[in-house]
C-alpha cells in the first residue's frame, strides 16, 4: 500500500461522523490543552472525506473549517474560565503569573493584536490563559481568535484542494501532508526566532 494511501485510511474506521467529532476535539484540545498540530489533521480529515466518502471538495472543507474554528472557539474560552476563576482567587502562583507577563512583554505588540501574530509565527501557547491573567479584553480576544483562524484555515484549505487538482489521488496525499509539515515547521521556527530576537533586544 502506498504511503498516501495508508494516510489517507488512518482514521477510515471514525466513520464521516468521527472524523468531525475528533476534528471539533483536536483542535478544542490544541487551544485549551496541548499543542496537537491540527493543521496535519485537517489536512488528514479532509482527505478522509473526500477519498472515502465521496463528500464534495467545498463540503468537506466548509465542514471541517466550521468545527475548526468552533473547537478554537470553545477552547480558548473554556481555559479563560478556568484561569480566570483560579486568578480571581488567588490560586494562580505569583510565578507563573509573572513569568507570564514577562514573556508578552518581550513581544512586539504586548495585548491582544498578539493572538493574529500568533497565528503566523506562535510565540504565545495557551493563549485563553493569557488572555485571563494579562486581563486582555474577552469580546476582542476571541474575535481575534476567530479572526485569525478564519484567515488561516480557509488558505490552508484552499492549498489542500489546490494541491488535490493538481496531482492525481495518491501524490497529492503526500505532496499535500509534506507541504502543511513543512508550513508548520516553519511557522514554529519564526515564533522561536522571533521570541530569541526580543530577548536579545531587551
Given at each position: 500500500?502506498?504511503?498516501?494511501?495508508?494516510?489517507?485510511?488512518?482514521?477510515?474506521f471514525?466513520?464521516?461522523?468521527?472524523v468531525?467529532?475528533?476534528?471539533?476535539?483536536?483542535?478544542l484540545?490544541d487551544?485549551a490543552?496541548?499543542?496537537?498540530?491540527?493543521?496535519?489533521?485537517?489536512v488528514?480529515?479532509?482527505?478522509?472525506?473526500?477519498?472515502?466518502?465521496?463528500?464534495?471538495?467545498?463540503?468537506?472543507?466548509?465542514?471541517l473549517?466550521?468545527?475548526?474554528?468552533?473547537?478554537?472557539?470553545?477552547?480558548?474560552?473554556?481555559?479563560?474560565?478556568?484561569?480566570?476563576?483560579?486568578?480571581?482567587?488567588?490560586k494562580?502562583?505569583k510565578?507563573?503569573?509573572r513569568?507570564?507577563?514577562?514573556?508578552?512583554?518581550?513581544?512586539?505588540?504586548?495585548d491582544?493584536r498578539?493572538?493574529?501574530v500568533?497565528?503566523?509565527?506562535?510565540?504565545?501557547?495557551?493563549?485563553?490563559?493569557?488572555?485571563?491573567?494579562?486581563?486582555?479584553?474577552?469580546?476582542?480576544?476571541?474575535a481575534?481568535?476567530?479572526?485569525?483562524?478564519?484567515?488561516?484555515?480557509?488558505?490552508?484549505?484552499?492549498?489542500?484542494?489546490?494541491?488535490?487538482?493538481?496531482?492525481?489521488?495518491?501524490?497529492?496525499?503526500?505532496?499535500?501532508?509534506?507541504?502543511?509539515?513543512?508550513?508548520?515547521?516553519?511557522?514554529?521556527?519564526?515564533?522561536?526566532?522571533r521570541?530569541?530576537?526580543?530577548?536579545?533586544?531587551?
Amino acid at each position: 500500500m502506498a504511503l498516501g494511501d495508508w494516510i489517507r485510511d488512518a482514521f477510515a474506521f471514525l466513520g464521516p461522523g468521527g472524523v468531525l467529532a475528533a476534528m471539533f476535539l483536536i483542535f478544542l484540545a490544541d487551544a485549551a490543552i496541548f499543542p496537537a498540530l491540527p493543521e496535519v489533521f485537517i489536512v488528514l480529515f479532509y482527505q478522509q472525506l473526500v477519498d472515502l466518502w465521496s463528500w464534495s471538495s467545498a463540503a468537506a472543507a466548509g465542514s471541517l473549517l466550521v468545527l475548526a474554528l468552533a473547537g478554537d472557539l470553545c477552547g480558548n474560552a473554556g481555559m479563560y474560565g478556568i484561569m480566570k476563576w483560579f486568578h480571581a482567587r488567588g490560586k494562580v502562583p505569583k510565578v507563573l503569573e509573572r513569568a507570564m507577563k514577562k514573556w508578552t512583554s518581550f513581544l512586539a505588540v504586548r495585548d491582544e493584536r498578539i493572538i493574529l501574530v500568533n497565528r503566523i509565527a506562535p510565540a504565545v501557547p495557551f493563549t485563553g490563559a493569557f488572555i485571563a491573567i494579562c486581563g486582555w479584553n474577552l469580546r476582542r480576544s476571541l474575535a481575534y481568535v476567530l479572526l485569525g483562524g478564519v484567515v488561516k484555515y480557509v488558505l490552508l484549505l484552499l492549498l489542500v484542494v489546490g494541491l488535490g487538482l493538481a496531482f492525481e489521488p495518491g501524490a497529492a496525499r503526500l505532496v499535500t501532508l509534506v507541504a502543511v509539515i513543512v508550513l508548520v515547521a516553519a511557522s514554529v521556527a519564526a515564533g522561536w526566532f522571533r521570541s530569541r530576537k526580543r530577548e536579545v533586544q531587551t
